[in-house]
């Protein structure tokens, strides 16, 4: 019962300094966390990722660079270019949102905006080489592309 309620608090307080800055997304996040940390199943969302077969096609990712407040970072199509440019072929690329992650309202400090692309597996090494990580290895879900200024 204590945990609960520390785990509440903490959660209403986090909440109240990220819409101070704006950051609903990372509100939402902070919503997702307080009831994993409850123990109440999440519900499924309608953009989230479609599992690749095994053995044929992998979501890979890489951080936007997006900061808070400030913009900037690497584009989705800037982002496709350097893996199509290094010989990756690309069949889908999505912007998402780290779920697993939270993110304090701090101006300067990094989003958890994320580029996503999915890729054969037999492109994985040359994604990886690039900079790009799997993401079946993290929580994250689809979201609408952010304009890269403030």
């Not at 270019?81 to 990756?88: F, S, T, W, Y």
């Not at 989003?111 to 994250?140: K, N």
Request: proline share 5%.
């Amino acid at each position: 019962m204590v945990k609960t309620m520390l785990s509440t608090l903490l959660t209403l307080t986090l909440a109240v300094a990220m819409a101070a800055c704006g950051g609903a997304r990372e509100e939402k996040a902070v919503e997702n966390q307080a009831e994993n940390t409850r123990g109440a199943s999440q519900p499924e969302v309608a953009s989230s990722p479609p599992a690749p077969r095994p053995g044929e096609l992998v979501w890979v990712y890489r951080k936007s660079g997006r900061k808070q407040c400030e913009g900037g970072g690497v584009t989705l199509q800037q982002s496709l270019a350097k893996l199509r440019e290094n010989g990756v072929m690309v069949q889908e690329s999505r912007c998402g949102v780290r779920t697993d992650r939270m993110y304090p309202a701090v101006c300067g400090a990094p989003t958890g905006d994320i580029l996503l692309h999915l890729v054969s597996m037999d492109a994985l090494d040359a994604a990886l080489e690039l900079g790009y990580d799997p993401a079946e290895q993290m929580q994250y879900q689809f979201s609408e592309c952010r304009d890269n200024s403030a």
